[in-house]
């Protein structure tokens, strides 16, 4: 009940916030319009006030479906039947993780369920991640660690391995940098009683959170990607399933064909794959994997390249179901992830050149461009305190949403872009490995 009550305020606030913004923003446009002598200057400020209202329904749409989903999963919760726990393959992929592999694998023996295995699929290593795992081999209760080694092919294919040697009807696909909560298949499999319901999509959280890049991705995770699966949870279509934590039925798995080598985002593909089968995946707030992020801006830059490279190719897959939908939901998951990967970031990108055009152009334009920005940031901060406030975790993040804008999100959006014009021209790449710091 008190939940509930809370959850409620939240989301009234934010819509209250979300309005007085709009209005602010069309007031704002309305003054200035009203005084602009010069074409770049009035359509500086209309494409701004297009971006804000955009931005505004984005973060209202994400918000409602997340209330509801979360009206949903507390109905469920309090009204759980008995739950069959089946047994549960766990497949970690590993190449080269012999600073996090262990307390990885560890982390996986503490979880809170009756029986499962853990199989890890080692890549072809030429670091000592074997050595390192091998020692945990064997049983541990009724929990059971299997190592197997096979020429290195890339995650896909370790995936792909771990899912023809899985000996369970149910698997759990992560990576080998990740770090489980215990609770995690205990709130995951009740999902699983629907039959239609292929996956259970996790909630992925920054660990390292000692320096201010690695808490702009926390908070990145929170509010970022975490909102919006929780919306697209409601309506059981999650566009992309988080490589660190995706439970799955083994015969859907099989049935699709497993996972793709030819994109460099196969998690974004396999999910387009299961919805382009007819198959619904939900979302799990509480299933919380823990993963490391990049602690130096150019490896930031060098995983968002790839990640945007790889959902565009995953896309281009599929670019016939942009033009003929087979399904609406496969058509709004293309259109989200197209929206998300290069029309967001090339609007804010191109307002953010306006604004300084304007206001090198015209001084007196700047107490505008001022308040254009100090609107802007008023959404990211609601947005935020909505998330970071609905997750309980650590308000501290919260300030961070005062500067994404001015520094973060540029050098993302930025990153996008040039990931998606590389992708347009079919430059040549290749799968990067991030150093890892072994913080789990």
């Known amino acids: 009940?008190?939940?509930?009550?809370?959850?409620?305020?939240?989301?009234?606030?934010?819509?209250?916030?979300?309005?007085?913004?709009?209005?602010?923003?069309?007031?704002?446009?309305?003054?200035?319009?009203?005084?602009?002598?010069?074409?770049?200057?009035?359509?500086?400020?209309?494409?701004?006030?297009?971006?804000?209202?955009?931005?505004?329904?984005?973060?209202?749409?994400?918000?409602?479906?997340?209330?509801?989903?979360?009206?949903?999963?507390?109905?469920?919760?309090?009204?759980?039947?008995?739950?069959?726990?089946?047994?549960?393959?766990?497949?970690?992929?590993?190449?080269?993780?012999?600073?996090?592999?262990?307390?990885?694998?560890?982390?996986?023996?503490?979880?809170?369920?009756?029986?499962?295995?853990?199989?890890?699929?080692?890549?072809?290593?030429?670091?000592?991640?074997?050595?390192?795992?091998?020692?945990?081999?064997?049983?541990?209760?009724?929990?059971?660690?299997?190592?197997?080694?096979?020429?290195?092919?890339?995650?896909?294919?370790?995936?792909?391995?771990?899912?023809?040697?899985?000996?369970?009807?149910?698997?759990?696909?992560?990576?080998?940098?990740?770090?489980?909560?215990?609770?995690?298949?205990?709130?995951?499999?009740?999902?699983?009683?629907?039959?239609?319901?292929?996956?259970?999509?996790?909630?992925?959280?920054?660990?390292?959170r000692d320096s201010h890049l690695a808490r702009f991705q926390a908070l990145e995770y929170i509010e970022g990607l975490n909102m919006a699966r929780r919306a697209q949870g409601f309506v059981r279509v999650v566009n992309i399933i988080p490589g660190p934590i995706g439970l799955f039925r083994r015969r859907v798995l099989q049935e699709v064909g497993g996972y793709d080598r030819d994109t460099f985002a196969e998690d974004a593909d396999l999910t387009l794959k299961i919805l382009s089968a007819g198959y619904h995946i939900v979302y799990e707030d509480r299933a919380v994997a823990w993963t490391e992020a990049p602690e130096k801006v150019l490896d930031l830059i060098k995983q968002r390249y790839r990640w945007t490279r790889g959902i565009l190719q995953a896309v281009r897959k599929r670019k016939f179901a942009l033009f003929n939908p087979i399904s609406l939901w496969v058509w709004l998951s293309l259109m989200m992830m197209i929206f998300e990967g290069v029309v967001m970031p090339a609007a804010n990108v191109v307002v953010n050149g306006l604004f300084a055009a304007t206001a090198l152009a015209d001084g007196a334009y700047g107490i505008f461009i001022v308040w254009w920005f100090a609107l802007f940031s008023l959404l990211d901060v609601v947005a935020a305190m909505y998330c970071v406030s609905g997750e309980q975790e650590d308000l501290v993040l919260v300030p961070y949403a005062l500067f994404m804008r001015f520094f973060y999100f540029p050098l993302i959006d930025v990153t996008k872009l040039m990931a998606t014009v590389d992708e347009l021209q079919n430059v040549e790449m290749t799968w990067g490995k991030l150093q890892r710091e072994g913080r789990l």
């Not at 819509?15 to 009203?34: E, N, Q």
């Not at 955009?54 to 008995?82: I, K, P």
């Not at 795992?133 to 771990?162: C, F, I, Q, W, Y």
Request: net charge negative; hydrophobic share 50%; aromatic share 8%.
């Open 1 to 208: 009940m008190v939940s509930g009550i809370r959850d409620s305020l939240r989301l009234a606030l934010g819509v209250v916030t979300m309005l007085v913004a709009v209005v602010g923003g069309v007031y704002l446009a309305w003054r200035i319009l009203g005084q602009a002598d010069n074409l770049l200057y009035v359509g500086t400020f209309i494409l701004s006030v297009f971006v804000l209202v955009g931005l505004v329904v984005r973060y209202l749409s994400f918000m409602w479906l997340g209330y509801l989903h979360q009206v949903e999963q507390t109905a469920r919760t309090e009204a759980r039947d008995q739950v069959l726990w089946p047994p549960v393959t766990i497949i970690v992929p590993a190449f080269n993780e012999g600073p996090v592999i262990e307390p990885s694998v560890r982390s996986l023996l503490q979880l809170d369920y009756p029986a499962y295995e853990i199989l890890v699929v080692d890549d072809g290593s030429t670091d000592d991640t074997r050595e390192r795992v091998a020692p945990l081999e064997g049983r541990h209760g009724d929990v059971t660690v299997r190592l197997v080694s096979k020429m290195n092919g890339g995650k896909a294919s370790a995936l792909n391995t771990g899912i023809a040697l899985a000996r369970h009807d149910y698997v759990l696909c992560m990576d080998g940098d990740s770090k489980l909560e215990p609770q995690v298949l205990r709130v995951a499999m009740p999902h699983f009683a629907k039959e239609h319901v292929a996956a259970v999509a996790g909630n992925v959280k920054v660990i390292n």
